[in-house]
């Protein structure tokens, strides 16, 4: 099937890997709070499908989501893979009993978390997998040396295909690629979190992809009052306008928003087709500070 045109067009990470910059985030295809199974496994299906019918190409996912449950499911909906289909996932942490997400990345950790991923997705190698250093939203200080080698070594065996980094500073960043090249870093930002701005130049000079999420997380009541006031002038939504100024941010930044509901995949998909005028993203940039 051909890929439909989304806005924002393509990137390519690699000479093997060009996704569309509106992707999916599969995070929100388990449980509540991330654990055990969907309510609706059924719908968590038919949002797949749906994503890869409107064109999504870039499928964002980790095997500590449910756990295993997403990845089994994106196994369930969509393999065998469409050619086009890239699948990205996240290793570094684990679910403990809790439903907590206490980090996971000693070698035999992050080797296990691979083939856990690999055995769940149903592939022989993973197009992209990324090390989560930081916590929820943060990078945390320290080297990533040890994990980011492990990953590489996993790398030179043929499971793995591209590395990236995520809730990292820019110094792990450099770590890394003093390591091994580095296309994609996954961070917390959105039009009121703007800690990253230098970071994502200096990639998209890289032509490395940044890959922004929580696109409507840690706003306080003032920065939302003034998004929605955009939207409503705009005739849209907060989150259509949350996607559309992070697509007109950089060229280098991809998008993942997460949803359990085809409905809401729709909307999230003509939402970030929506182009902001000047006025509008004047008073957007304006959030932050």
Not at 122 to 146: F, H, K, Q, T, Y
Request: proline letters at 7%.
């Amino acid at each position: 099937m051909a890929t439909k045109t989304l806005a924002g067009g393509t990137f390519t990470m690699a000479a093997d890997v060009t996704v569309t910059r509106i992707g999916y985030g599969s995070m929100q295809l388990a449980g509540p709070h991330v654990f055990g199974p969907p309510a609706d496994r059924d719908e968590a299906v038919a949002v797949l499908r749906e994503a890869v019918e409107l064109g999504i190409t870039h499928i964002d996912t980790s095997d500590y989501y449910g756990p295993h449950v997403t990845n089994q499911i994106i196994r369930e909906a969509l393999h065998p893979y469409p050619d086009s289909l890239h699948i990205v996932t996240k290793v570094g942490a684990r679910r403990d009993a809790e439903g907590g997400w206490p980090h996971a990345r000693s070698p035999a950790e992050l080797r296990q978390a691979v083939h856990e991923n690999l055995d769940n997705l149903g592939l022989d190698a993973i197009d992209v997998v990324n090390l989560r250093m930081g916590g929820l939203d943060a990078p945390e200080p320290g080297s990533l040396a040890e994990p980011f080698s492990a990953l590489v070594e996993l790398q030179q065996e043929g499971l793995i295909k591209h590395l990236g980094v995520s809730t990292v500073s820019a110094e792990q960043i450099a770590e890394a690629q003093s390591i091994a090249p580095v296309v994609c870093v996954q961070n917390f930002y959105n039009v009121a979190h703007r800690d990253d701005d230098d970071l994502i130049d200096s990639l998209a000079e890289q032509g490395i992809a940044y890959v922004p999420y929580f696109p409507l997380g840690g706003f306080s009541p003032l920065q939302s009052d003034e998004l929605a006031s955009v939207a409503t002038r705009l005739e849209t939504t907060p989150m259509a306008v949350a996607l559309a100024w992070l697509l007109q941010r950089s060229p280098n930044i991809l998008l993942i928003p997460g949803t359990s509901s085809v409905e809401h995949l729709r909307d999230n998909v003509t939402g970030a087709s929506l182009t902001l005028p000047e006025d509008a993203l004047t008073e957007l940039n304006s959030i932050a500070s």
